[in-house]
């Protein structure tokens, strides 16, 4: 089973005429979409992760017209906002590919700096590679990365060399990233047999690696 990530570019900046809006607004960043559903009377709906407050995530919705309902909340540091809207054509030609052809979306889905949706779709490779010849015309495409599939977490663990991976379970094993902290570089490089600024070189690495990774 294989996995391909890629950046799907919307035309004129958004999805469709509501997630236009918040793309514009100077108060209001999108960070991701955890699902999206085309439903049996071709509406859909969507549940959107935001930076910026509920109010102004409320009026903004409130004055689209293709929004049928929504309901916004904070949730920690973050804005969910539930959205029920009508679909244009981009949107039910989108969410028509994995219906059509039996892939599988990995949610959520990341919205980039520049307002593209870093998605990554998992299936066979032969269907993948029509899978994506499929998209709209007019949404534009890059692809970033390409492998077998695994849970997002060991994906990401896999990314790191050996012994970069062997670094970090014995940084963990030991406490090093306990708080307050029980280990140091010195004690890490003992149980590795290795000197402490090779440790923390390493360690150093995977927090770059691991922190670019997981923010949006």
């Known amino acids: 089973m294989r996995y391909v990530t890629f950046v799907l570019i919307p035309p004129d900046g958004g999805l469709h005429p509501s997630d236009r809006r918040l793309a514009e607004d100077s108060d209001v960043t999108r960070t991701a979409l955890h699902d999206i559903n085309r439903l049996d009377d071709g509406t859909a709906v969507t549940l959107y992760?935001?930076?910026?407050?509920?109010?102004?995530?409320?009026?903004?919705?409130?004055?689209?017209?293709?929004?049928?309902?929504?309901?916004?909340?904070?949730?920690?540091?973050?804005?969910h906002a539930y959205v029920h809207f009508e679909t244009n054509d981009v949107v039910a030609g989108l969410l028509a590919v994995p219906h059509?052809?039996?892939?599988?979306?990995?949610?959520p889905i990341e919205f980039t700096p520049r307002g593209g949706l870093r998605i990554t779709?998992?299936?066979?490779?032969?269907?993948?590679?029509?899978?994506?010849?499929?998209?709209?015309?007019g949404v534009g495409l890059k692809l970033e990365e390409t492998g077998e599939y695994e849970p997002s977490a060991q994906r990401l663990f896999a990314?790191?060399?050996?012994?970069?991976?062997?670094?970090?379970?014995?940084?963990i094993e030991a406490g090093?990233?306990?708080?307050?902290?029980?280990?140091?570089?010195?004690d890490i490089a003992e149980r590795l047999d290795r000197t402490g600024?090779?440790?923390?070189?390493?360690?150093?690495?995977?927090?770059?690696?691991?922190l670019t990774a997981i923010v949006p």
């Open 49 to 79: 992760r935001l930076d910026g407050t509920v109010e102004r995530v409320e009026e903004i919705l409130d004055d689209c017209a293709d929004v049928l309902a929504h309901n916004v909340s904070a949730t920690g540091d973050s804005v």
């Open 100 to 107: 059509a052809h039996g892939i599988i979306l990995d949610t």
């Open 121 to 137: 779709v998992v299936g066979e490779e032969t269907t993948i590679r029509e899978t994506i010849g499929t998209v709209p015309d």
């Open 159 to 171: 990314r790191l060399t050996t012994r970069q991976q062997e670094t970090l379970k014995a940084a």
């Open 176 to 186: 090093y990233y306990e708080v307050p902290r029980r280990a140091t570089h010195a």
């Open 197 to 210: 600024g090779t440790v923390g070189e390493h360690l150093r690495k995977i927090e770059a690696a691991v």
